[in-house]
């Protein structure tokens, strides 16, 4: 059974930045990065393969860096610049295929989420 666990999220003012981590118990080949606004459907951030190839949603492109310690079965998002529209839950997916996209349904395994609260 593959376990995703967030940490990190919190309240910041704009401009500032946080970094969220995500702890799993399973090496995939491709994670990702998640959020979802109140009324809003959920949206892809980022993704990474574990040999590093990375890729970001044009939202958050430039501002959020995704990143792992596989040694440490970690997966990061560094969120600079943060803005007001920020303010979501954020999670962290993975999934056994062997490729790595943004599409959401390729993802099978959820963590439960860490709220990111931006104040203007």
């Known amino acids: 059974q593959v376990q995703l666990v967030e940490s990190g999220g919190g309240s910041v003012q704009a401009g500032g930045s946080l970094r969220l981590s995500c702890t799993y118990n399973?090496?995939?080949?491709?994670m990702g990065w998640f959020r979802q606004a109140p009324g809003k459907e959920r949206e892809a951030l980022a993704r990474i393969t574990d040999a590093g190839t990375t890729g970001y949603a044009k939202s958050v492109k430039g501002r959020f860096t995704i990143s792992q310690d596989i040694a440490k079965n970690t997966l990061y998002l560094q969120m600079d610049s943060l803005l007001p529209e920020d303010t979501a839950m954020y999670f962290c997916?993975?999934?056994?295929?062997?490729?790595?996209?943004?599409?959401?349904?390729?993802?099978?395994?959820w963590g439960r989420g860490t709220q990111v609260t931006v104040s203007s």
């Open positions: 997916a993975t999934h056994w295929r062997n490729w790595c996209s943004l599409a959401q349904s390729d993802f099978e395994y």
């Open positions: 399973s090496t995939m080949y491709c």
